[in-house]
């Protein structure tokens, strides 16, 4: 298996790049639903959801807890909860997070790295003065440093 590939129809990746625009100026995320295969990650489905870094800001240490919206993001526990049942039940899993860098690079900041998952996919969208630009995938190596992963159209 290459778990250094995501696989996503290009509607998906719209729904992701329409979500990180309409956000501007602050961050969206969102849960990426698929599988484990041979080739990699497949997405099956995308699930924006609310920007909760201003109720869940408390629950990060110290310099994070200033953050804003605009430059951070959480997804709430209970909507990963509800995904991770609604994953279950079609058989599928939670295999990635999205989220957009409004006016900033599509790279991982130290934030994104600290709080990432070894097994999931992080798709960033680089929103430049409110259009959707730059996207890119990356996961984590063992040593929980990213690696590029790369983006491929499902035809």
């Not at 058989?91 to 599509?106: E, K, M, R």
Request: negative net charge; contains cysteine.
């Amino acid at each position: 298996m290459n778990s250094w590939i995501i696989n996503i129809l290009p509607q998906d990746l719209q729904i992701i790049c329409n979500h990180a625009e309409s956000t501007y100026p602050e961050e969206c995320c969102g849960l990426i639903l698929g599988y484990l295969g041979r080739d990699g990650k497949t997405v099956i489905d995308i699930i924006p959801t609310e920007n909760a870094w201003n109720t869940q800001a408390e629950d990060f240490p110290g310099e994070y807890k200033v953050q804003t919206t605009r430059s951070r993001y959480a997804i709430a526990p209970q909507v990963m909860l509800q995904a991770q049942k609604t994953a279950r039940e079609r058989s599928l899993n939670i295999i990635g997070i999205y989220h957009s860098h409004p006016d900033n690079s599509a790279t991982p900041s130290e934030c994104d790295r600290l709080y990432a998952w070894e097994e999931y996919s992080y798709i960033i969208v680089s929103v430049q003065n409110g259009k959707a630009t730059t996207v890119k995938s990356w996961t984590l190596d063992h040593h929980h440093q990213f690696q590029p992963e790369s983006i491929e159209n499902i035809t």
